[in-house]
């Protein structure tokens, strides 16, 4: 079974940047789509970006868009999702998700997920 092992959390200040990566066990298949969702105290699972394997096609949650970016690295098996201009709002532990399948942003299809990495803004 594939492990996603995620890094790049932290602290940081507000307009800072920060860069998160997700690692996979194994080799990733070209109809896979990568996923990265967060979620802060009390509330539910969000979406934030997804990227699909096989031709690096991107999406974003609408208010995700201009501030964080999401790319590939197919040789090492990663995905990484670049954070700009960083907001208190935006702590929450990041997940990395996979779904063997065409992109969606519904966290339930997605079948296996890293364990999550804390980011926490300050102001």
């Known amino acids: 079974q594939v492990q996603l092992v995620e890094s790049g959390g932290g602290l940081v200040q507000a307009v800072d940047s920060l860069r998160l990566s997700c690692t996979t066990s194994?080799?990733?298949?070209?109809?896979?789509?990568m996923g990265w969702f967060r979620q802060a105290p009390g509330k539910e699972r969000e979406f934030v970006a997804a990227i699909v394997w096989s031709d690096g096609t991107t999406y974003y949650a609408n208010s995700m868009k201009g501030r964080f970016a999401i790319a590939r690295d197919v040789a090492k098996n990663t995905e990484y999702l670049q954070k700009n201009s960083l907001k208190p709002e935006d702590t929450a532990v990041y997940y990395c998700?996979?779904?063997?399948?065409?992109?969606?942003?519904?966290?339930?299809?997605?079948?296996?997920w890293g364990q999550g990495t804390q980011v926490t803004v300050s102001s």
């Open positions: 194994r080799r990733t298949f070209p109809w896979d789509t």
């Open positions: 998700a996979v779904r063997f399948g065409p992109y969606s942003d519904i966290a339930l299809r997605y079948g296996t």
